[in-house]
């Protein structure tokens, strides 16, 4: 998705003026016909594609309540994978003093047998 605002160099809190006004400063500076080169063509062509949407208070409001579910859904997968590897993290650690406490108990059980006396029988 592309990033209208940053197209435009203006904040998301900008105001139709200030959206119509920087359009028109980027207009006079990339128009093809006072410019050469395709770089030109290709960024009068997003500059008005940003417009078009931005310039439109119901195009605006979609476009940003796309860009928000976006960030949302970018966000909580960010998340998922940070407790993953975090998990993955200690999962290692544990596991090893597990085993550790696993051993020393076979280990202490084997010597607490091997030295308790045996009654003498009689």
Known sequence: MKDYYKILGVDEEASGE???ARWIELTKRYHPDLSQGSD???NIKEINEAYEVLKDF??????DLERALKKSFIKKAHSRKERRSHIQKVIL???LLVFLLIVGLVIFKWFHVAKTP?????
């Not at 119901?58 to 476009?63: G, N």
């Not at 045996?118 to 009689?122: G, K, L």
């Open 18 to 20: 200030e959206i119509r």
């Open 40 to 42: 030109y063509d290709e």
């Open 93 to 95: 650690p544990v596991g």
């Open 118 to 122: 045996q009654s003498e029988v009689p």
């Open 58 to 63: 119901s195009k605006r409001l979609d476009y």
